[in-house]
């Protein structure tokens, strides 16, 4: 167990909202990802966050956006939301090249 | 572009039988593939990576460059082996890593 949390575990929005989701890893990994996963779906790559630099994005808009802590903790914000935003959203921190999950935050935008 | 394919969204077998989990993968670089799990009510979990080259919990997959698969097989499948597995595609050059590419996931069901 790498000890990934991420609150809150759902949350629920209208559209054109703003939502911060958060993330805590352990210490030490100072890489963290976050990753879409659609229901049905296999998770999406958001982007990625190395010493609090963005450090890689996927085919994700501007709208989404992130940052990252000095205390291993990092924020996953998505603007203007839309209802195709509803997902399940995955923090991952990595150690010696593999990418571990936290729990997901449960998103519905209505 | 890279593209994982997980061709069978469902898979069922009887306990006891052998499973194969097909993955096809596509990318221009050096590929690091993974496999991770997700059983009911858990987080995603990693299972194997093909740099370890272990056999975890009876799964074994090898990396097959000339045919971009990644399959995962087990001799005799065990009814706790029942949940989603998916595929994944990273970048195993340089220092960049993570950024993982998943599959859309195979559901195996393990019947008694």
């Known amino acids: 167990e790498t000890g990934v949390t991420q609150s809150p575990t759902h949350l629920i929005k209208t559209r054109g909202q703003q939502v911060t989701l958060r993330c805590s890893s352990q210490?030490?990994?100072?890489?963290v990802s976050w990753y879409q996963q659609a229901l049905g779906q296999g998770p999406q790559f958001i982007f990625q966050?190395?010493?609090?630099?963005?450090?890689g994005r996927g085919n994700f808009p501007p709208r989404f956006s992130g940052l990252q802590f000095p205390n291993y903790s990092s924020e996953l914000n998505v603007n203007a939301l839309e209802l195709d935003d509803s997902a399940l959203y995955l923090c991952?921190?990595?150690?010696?090249?593999?990418?571990?999950f936290g729990p997901g935050t449960r998103l519905t935008v209505l | 572009a890279q593209r994982v394919t997980q061709p069978e969204k469902l898979l069922s077998v009887f306990k006891g039988a052998p499973v194969e989990l097909k993955c096809n993968y596509s990318?221009?670089?050096?590929?690091?593939l993974f496999w991770y799990v997700q059983y009911s009510r858990q987080r995603l979990q990693l299972l194997l990576r093909?740099?370890s080259r272990e056999s975890i919990k009876g799964f074994t997959a090898d990396l097959n460059k000339g045919e971009t698969s990644f399959h995962l097989k087990k001799p005799f499948a065990q009814e706790e082996d029942s949940a989603m597995y998916y595929c994944?595609?990273?970048?195993?050059?340089?220092?960049?890593?993570?950024?993982?590419?998943f599959g859309q996931g195979t559901i195996l069901t393990v019947h008694p």
């Open positions: 210490s030490g990994h100072n890489t």
């Open positions: 994944a595609l990273g970048n195993a050059g340089g220092t960049s890593y993570g950024k993982l590419t």
């Open positions: 990318y221009s670089g050096s590929p690091e």
């Open positions: 991952a921190s990595s150690l010696d090249r593999a990418e571990f």
């Open positions: 093909h740099i």
């Open positions: 966050y190395y010493r609090e630099e963005e450090n």
